[in-house]
């Protein structure tokens, strides 16, 4: 019975070293079948759609119908947030009191909504107010002193922050000198020491009882503009709903009604900047959902604040004039395709910096010419290739400084690495997965050699491995339409209500395709049970050569519908697949050299004696090897080993002998055949003529005298030379003494083709045209007949 191997590609990045990771997929499957079953019969529901919900913590049919349809009773009382009373009040005496306002934002998707959520609702009431965001490269993140005392100076009396100053107390104490109060709205962690601020909205205050700690720094401005207002601002819900879901926070609670109904309202959104920036990106109001915000919205938004002056979407969101709206639109479009653009710059260069830290656990790239706008963006792709923990550097404007960003894996905490070896840096922040950080320049390699000697061993056992959950299996029968449209009453998804992923088992790839404008991803029909199912994969096209000989596999992706033209299909973005079968790895395009051999618990099969010499003294001391000649026993191995066939035999049957002895396992076939016979072909019969009639008129030919001119006249190598030699000895054309050759006189007439060498040559051409010359395909279509 013949088993079906899948064909992988080395994924490693070209001129880097990386890990061999392994995925690990993983399912929750504690609920009870006879409990999804009775809810989904009581519900009129899928069995998949119920079993979703369950994994989501949604048990009775009350609390799945208030998650899929969120009331507007999920908003809170605004004054159940500690301090709102006061800071309503200390607003209203600012407005009564003609004292001017300044709205003190942030760079991000996050601030600038909230910036426009507080300016709104404070211009609304009558206020004197104006906005200041912050420039990250002159100003940094947060209070800034300098910039309130500018602030102040220009005339401002109250300076309200949102999303951010609850970490400011330098510039806060200071504007507070200066008698002038500042009011802090934020959602960031509260330290241990509260800054003296006049008063502070935060859902987690220490001293209040707001019962969703998670809102977005636009959500708190939200409650600070309801509060204000007397009422929920409708025009203002779809700005908190894009800030809630720009900063990725819980989509949870009161975050997934300010989501669910703001993306009701955006679709009829009358707000000039925001249609002007839909229309350039090439979107419609009616097309906007949480990935239309979280991949064409949000980016762009936040290219701006990261490489320069964020103020301009304060402006684009608030303005009311079409022509300024589109031109706005324009530029920070045109930002996004600079942010891009350097990001792809920057990580190639980080890429070429790679191999020289290869050997470490956690990379450390640093260039004083990056820009440190995008540092975590390129820290992040390089830990999605590499998986390792990466942190980026660039100069810090001073020439003894340098800043950073640092990105991790599942299951390492970078912030608490980093804390162990703080004391060579001058500022630090972050979390888990994720960090920010300063030194001066010439701490950089001991910060480097000291950070790697704390995280070597605690990442040696997670860096082998990555984790993805999956929600759940999907029957084959049950991808379909109606159950796309069923799982978006789940939506809007986001953080702790992340988009389903889903296993489908047993299914074969077909039509197998790179696309792109890179050919960097990879496009697919699923088939099963004359059933299909168009897949793509983001930068995946090292897929290829597994799929395209349409393997049996297991797939995980999000499922969705795409529609053209009228028509409805549903299409799987995958993520990942697992093989069925044993796997076999084509690497015969690739050169076999001393680093092959160093693969432990791994057999190495030889079929030439000459390799054997050349390579078995470098064979991992965990490795074993055999040469396999023909009629040998061929040796069994251990149970974890794989199989290396390093060369190629003489004769097809010993290969194929060798193959169902080994077929079970996975193997790496080099196939190494440096003769090419198979190019080279059968020498023609006028070759042999020319052969034997230049001996016959020369009376003998000294081989190593006449070499070269047996070569010309035959237009061959030596090797075909000494090969048309051997027939011509084998059939007693000539004989041969002392390196000369001479006409035997009236041979026996006998074929060519009836020599041993002859035959044993024309078997050579056909190994190689088996085993190292053919297709993909055409090797799996005879891997499956042995």
């Not at 762009?300 to 004039?321: C, E, K, Q, S, Y």
């Not at 790839?509 to 994969?537: C, F, R, W, Y």
């Not at 440096?674 to 020498?683: I, N, S, T």
Request: hydrophobic share 40%.
């Amino acid at each position: 019975m013949s088993s079906f191997f899948i064909i992988m590609e080395d994924a490693s990045i070209k001129g880097v070293s990386t890990v061999q990771v392994k995925t690990i997929w993983e399912q929750d499957e504690t609920v009870e079948e006879s409990i999804i079953e009775q809810l989904a019969l009581e519900m009129k529901r899928s069995k998949t759609f119920i079993r979703l919900c369950m994994n989501r913590g949604l048990h009775t049919t009350e609390e799945i119908n208030q998650f899929i349809k969120p009331s507007v009773e999920q908003f809170q009382d605004p004054f159940s947030l500690f301090e709102m009373e006061k800071v309503v009040e200390r607003i209203q005496e600012a407005v009564e009191k003609q004292q001017h306002i300044t709205i003190y934002g942030d760079y991000d998707a996050d601030g600038v909504t909230s910036t426009v959520i507080m300016y709104e609702a404070i211009e609304a009431i009558g206020g004197s107010v104006d906005y200041y965001v912050p420039n990250r490269f002159v100003d940094g993140y947060g209070p800034n002193s300098d910039a309130f005392e500018a602030i102040i100076s220009n005339g401002t009396e109250l300076i309200i922050t949102v999303d951010n100053g609850v970490a400011g107390h330098d510039a806060i104490s200071h504007a507070k000198s200066l008698g002038v109060d500042v009011i802090v709205t934020d959602h960031h962690e509260c330290p241990d020491i509260l800054p003296e601020a006049y008063a502070i909205i935060h859902p987690r205050h220490p001293s209040g009882k707001y019962t969703f700690p998670d809102l977005s720094g636009a959500g708190v401005a939200l409650k600070v503009a309801t509060a204000l207002l007397g009422d929920m601002p409708e025009e203002l819900v779809e700005l908190a709903a894009i800030g809630t879901i720009a900063d990725v926070v819980s989509l949870t609670g009161e975050n997934r009604a300010i989501a669910y109904y703001g993306l009701k309202l955006m679709k009829q959104t009358q707000r000039l900047g925001l249609i002007a920036l839909l229309s350039a990106s090439s979107l419609t109001a009616d097309s906007i959902d949480e990935e239309v915000i979280g991949f064409k919205l949000a980016p762009p938004i936040n290219a701006v604040g990261r490489l320069g002056d964020a103020g301009l979407v304060v402006d684009l969101l608030m303005t009311f004039d079409d022509s300024e709206a589109k031109e706005l639109s324009r530029v920070v479009l045109s930002k996004n395709e600079e942010r891009k653009s350097l990001v792809k710059e920057i990580t190639d260069e980080a890429f070429k910096k790679i191999e020289e830290q290869k050997s470490q656990a956690i990379l450390v790239l640093y260039d004083p010419s990056w820009h440190e706008g995008v540092l975590g963006i390129v820290a992040s792709k390089v830990v999605e290739k590499t998986h390792k923990p990466t942190i980026i550097l660039t100069a810090n404007g001073k020439q003894d400084s340098i800043k950073g960003s640092g990105r991790s894996i599942e299951g390492f905490n970078l912030y608490e690495c980093v804390s162990e070896v703080k004391d060579h840096l001058v500022h630090f922040g972050g979390h888990d997965m994720a960090c920010g950080l300063s030194m001066k320049k010439d701490a950089l390699e001991d910060f480097t050699e000291a950070l790697n000697k704390v995280a070597s061993e605690s990442l040696e056992a997670v860096s082998l491995s990555k984790r993805v959950m999956i929600d759940t299996r999907v029957d084959w029968e049950e991808v379909t339409t109606d159950l796309i449209d069923e799982l978006s009453l789940l939506k809007p998804f986001g953080q702790h209500n992340a988009k389903p992923l889903f296993k489908i088992e047993s299914v074969y790839p077909e039509n197998v395709k790179k696309i792109g404008a890179d050919q960097t991803h990879l496009k697919s029909t699923l088939t099963k049970d004359n059933k299909q199912l168009n897949m793509i994969a983001f930068q995946s096209a090292h897929w290829e050569q597994v799929m395209s000989s349409s393997p049996k596999i297991d797939i995980i992706g999000y499922l969705s519908i795409n529609e053209w033209n009228g028509n409805r299909k549903v299409q799987m973005m995958a993520v990942d697949y697992k093989a069925k079968e044993p796997l076999l790895f084509d690497y015969r395009n690739k050169t076999v050299d001393k680093a092959v051999f160093d693969m432990p618990d791994t057999h190495f099969v030889f079929f030439q004696k000459d390799n054997v010499s050349k390579w078995a003294e470098g064979i991992h001391p965990t490795s074993s090897y055999q040469l396999i000649e023909p009629d040998q026993h061929i040796d069994s191995i251990g149970e974890e080993n794989s199989v290396v066939i390093v060369d190629i035999p003489d004769r097809l049957d010993v290969f194929e002998k060798t193959y169902e002895v080994y077929r079970d396992r996975s193997i790496y076939l080099y196939s190494f055949a440096p003769h090419e016979y198979y190019f080279k072909g059968m020498p023609k019969r006028e070759q042999f003529g020319q052969l034997y009639k230049y001996i016959n008129q020369k009376g003998s030919v000294h081989l190593s005298k006449d070499a070269q001119e047996l070569k010309r006249l035959l237009k061959a190598d030596n090797e075909t030379v000494k090969f048309m030699i051997m027939v011509f000895l084998e059939n007693e054309f000539v004989t041969i003494e002392s390196g000369e050759l001479s006409i035997v006189s009236n041979p026996d007439k006998k074929p060519l083709e009836d020599t041993v060498t002859y035959k044993k040559r024309l078997e050579q051409i056909r190994v190689e045209e088996t085993l190292v010359y053919s297709s993909f395909v055409e090797l799996l279509d005879y891997l499956k007949t042995i």
